[in-house]
């Protein structure tokens, strides 16, 4: 048998070694990453992810690893802040690094193949404008634009509410909130809060927007698999669904049809702004009745506050007409309940996600920590604010 020579296989071991000792003496410098559960080999923390109540999950891991958690999910890093310091570190101070937004694959490339939900997408020109124009709408709430809505909402709730003796309570929560979101989007009133086609297309939404809604979220290389697999049957029927719901409500609402109001949709689709005609845009909004649902739950597990908010609102209000905006300052109390109900069930309870565009280290507890760049980082709200 003939030997290799020498030379050339010493050059390669020399090769080999020295590059063993270069990535050995990386790891050595480089600072290590926060702990986390341990995974399993190459697919990491994926398995672990429920698809259902992640917020909890979230939660739990932050509680037993402290502030600052790493996942490892199959290759991909993923870290979780539970910590307010720390947030403000990485998210405000930091922002440059980590404003981005990562792409979830099952709704990239099918439940929205055309990037119509921003906040789950990248960090480009799509995404500054859709910031830019949700800005200017939420500057009217703030300066009252929509109080007349929301006080005709209320009343509206109040009697259905009084109409059924509070039975269905639960529904009437779900409809207050998405009446008053889709009547200032598209002019789209839910008197009733029982339409199929608009529920459906909701409750689609927020779970498919889910980051352990699919698999391919974590193995995005299953997606290679050609055919009709079940992933693309389900984006391909809500697509369907709610393309049909969107371009009617669209169109009614630009029209001025829907309710003759100035609706966020019109604004949108102004074709004599600066950005131009922006309606794909309008499909970021959803409504949400999380906070109401809690509120509700407050008061049956702590009854004990509620006739010191009935007094307040006695002594202020009194007994011959309803609450408004302008009574909010000189009631301390009930304005202490809505941010006690907001601090703890907020809705979004692990926040929108974060990636970062560059490699960074972090110090937490005096301890140095390593965030590479494509980490996807999220600010879980349900531990910061407990």
């Known amino acids: 048998m003939s030997r290799l020579p020498l030379q050339p296989v010493t050059v390669a071991a020399i090769a080999l070694l020295a590059g063993v000792y270069f990535v050995r003496s990386r790891a050595v410098s480089r600072p290590r990453r926060p702990p986390g559960p341990p995974g399993l080999p190459l697919l990491g923390n994926v398995l672990q992810a429920p698809a259902k109540h992640l917020a909890t999950y979230f939660r739990e891991l932050c509680e037993e690893y402290g502030g600052f958690v790493s ?39 099918h439940v929205d193949p055309g990037e119509v939900y ?16 949700t800005a200017g709408q939420m500057a009217g709430v703030r300066a009252g634009k929509t109080e007349p809505l929301q006080q005709f909402e209320a009343l509206l709730t109040m009697t259905h509410l009084l109409d059924d003796g509070g039975k269905n309570w639960f529904n009437h929560m779900d409809r207050v909130s998405a009446s008053m979101v889709l009547t200032a989007a598209f002019g789209l009133h839910c008197p009733t809060g029982q339409e199929p086609d608009l ?43 709610d393309d049909a719901l969107y371009d009617k409500l669209i169109t009614r609402a630009v029209a001025g049809e829907a309710s003759g109001m100035n609706t966020w949709a019109a604004a949108f689709a102004r074709e004599d702004k600066p950005e131009g005609d922006q309606r794909r845009l309008m499909n970021q909004f959803a409504g949400t009745a999380v906070s109401l649902h809690t509120f509700i739950l407050a008061c049956i597990l702590y009854p004990e506050w509620i006739p010191h908010a009935q007094r ?75």
């Open 312 to 386: 307040e609102l006695d002594t202020i209000v009194g007994e011959d007409r309803l609450p408004s905006f302008k009574d909010r300052p000189r009631l301390p109390f009930v304005e202490a309940i809505v941010r006690e109900t907001l601090r703890w069930r907020p809705a979004l309870r692990f926040g929108l996600p974060h990636q970062s565009t560059a490699d960074d280290v972090v110090e937490y507890k005096g301890t140095e920590y390593f965030i590479p760049k494509g980490s996807i980082i999220f600010a879980v709200s349900g531990s910061i604010l407990y």
């Open 71 to 109: 996942l490892n999910l199959a290759g991909f890093a993923m870290f979780l802040i539970g910590d307010i310091r720390l947030a403000k570190e990485v998210l405000e101070k930091r922002s440059a690094k980590f404003s981005s937004r990562p792409t979830v694959p099952y709704v990239r490339y």
């Open 199 to 241: 529920k459906e297309c909701i409750a689609e939404t927020i779970a498919l927007s889910n980051p352990a809604a699919s698999i391919m979220n974590f193995l995005p290389f299953l997606d290679m698999i050609p055919g009709p697999m079940p992933w693309r049957k389900r984006a391909h029927t809500y697509r369907k669904r």
């Open 118 to 133: 921003w906040g789950l997408g990248k960090q480009d020109e799509t995404h500054f404008i859709a910031r830019k124009l």
